[in-house]
């Protein structure tokens, strides 16, 4: 059975940092590409970032570019989203996704003074 559990998402002001994390199961991590998405409120859900089974190619969204990091350990199959002068319009749920087409539930991301 898949699982994809987020964690890291809150309240935090503009210019702030968050560190999401996703751990995975029930699959071949280190043999599947991970993604993040996010959606937010009355709007689409899109792709924030991609990486590579093996951590070493990684493609990223306009909007995040130069202020989000994404980036995996295979020994602990978890992918992380190192997300760094945040912007209100980064507000949304944020989602992991694995390269089978497996969704985890999703967490909160708040940015707001």
């Known amino acids: 059975q898949v699982q994809l559990v987020e964690s890291g998402g809150g309240l935090v002001q503009p210019g702030g940092s968050l560190r999401l994390s996703c751990v995975a199961s029930g699959f071949s991590f280190s043999r599947t590409a991970m993604s993040w998405h996010r959606q937010a409120p009355g709007k689409e859900r899109e792709l924030v970032a991609v990486i590579s089974s093996a951590g070493g190619s990684a493609n990223y969204a306009d909007a995040v570019k130069g202020r989000f990091t994404i980036s995996r350990d295979n020994a602990k199959n978890t992918v992380y989203l190192e997300m760094n002068s945040l912007k209100p319009e980064d507000t949304a749920v944020y989602y992991c996704?694995?390269?089978?087409?497996?969704w985890g539930q999703g967490t909160q991301v708040t940015v707001s003074s």
């Open positions: 996704k694995n390269g089978l087409g497996s």
